[in-house]
């Protein structure tokens, strides 16, 4: 097993995970879960987008999420983080400043 960490995900996520010097892979629709069978055979650490792992077959995940090595884990996409934090706001709604 390589020291490699490996990103499963989209084009644009993935060119951002190889600027930092990760492999990426881009499966084509219907091809996740087979990407994903293939790179725990090889990596160290597999990151995979949440859209990615979607619609990896849900036992194959399991077994891979489950599994001590390599260390599997499904990443967040923007739509499942929590907002940002206006802290201006929260410095006036603490101070009682422009309340209505």
Not at 18 to 30: D, E, F, N, Y
């Amino acid at each position: 097993m390589a020291n490699e960490i490996v990103f499963i995900g989209d084009e644009v996520a993935a060119a951002g995970f190889r600027l930092a010097g990760a492999a990426v892979r881009v499966p084509a629709s219907g091809a996740e879960t087979a990407a994903l069978r293939e790179e725990t055979g090889r990596a160290a650490l597999v990151l995979i987008a949440r859209a990615a792992a979607e619609q990896v077959d849900p036992r194959a995940l399991a077994r891979a999420l489950a599994s001590p090595r390599p260390l599997v884990m499904v990443l967040p996409d923007a739509a499942g983080l929590p907002p940002a934090v206006d802290v201006a706001a929260r410095v006036r709604l603490q101070l009682g400043i422009g309340q209505t």
